[in-house]
């Protein structure tokens, strides 16, 4: 199971590194925009978690990982109340995780999948109406 859950993230990753072209599918309201996100970060905290099971508490990668961890929280907690107004604060919280995963995710192909999930919401903060 571990194992076909690596081939599926593997390919995932490799699709989304593919290099794409806006169209105006790519533009979100703001209300679907509060929808889509808190989704997208829920299914990536628990990758973020699994990797860190696999590190030893206190090393540098493990404390990166609770960084991104927590500025995940922060971004989508509350998100689908948010005003639109709050977006700009709001995206420094997924900027810094995007930072932190980006920085530490070496060969680990699912901290690159994270990565690449995470670039794709905050690829969208500006294409918000």
């Known amino acids: ?75 989508g907690s509350g998100l689908s109340e948010a005003s639109k107004d709050e977006l700009e604060v709001r995206s420094e919280h997924l900027r810094r995780a995007l930072l932190a995963v980006s920085l530490v995710a070496g060969s680990n192909e699912t901290l690159h999948y994270v990565s690449h999930r995470l670039r794709y919401v905050y690829d969208r903060l500006h294409l918000i109406y």
Request: proline share 4%; hydrophobic share 45%; net charge negative.
């Open 1 to 75: 199971m571990h194992e076909e859950r690596n081939i599926v993230e593997n390919r995932a990753a490799a699709l989304a590194a593919r290099s794409h072209e806006w169209n105006e599918l790519d533009f979100v309201g703001w209300n679907a925009f509060r929808r889509m996100a808190p989704a997208v970060l829920g299914l990536e905290i628990p990758r973020v978690e699994r990797v860190m099971a696999t590190l030893e508490p206190g090393t540098d990668t493990y404390n990166a990982l609770v960084h991104v961890r927590h500025e995940l929280r922060r971004f």
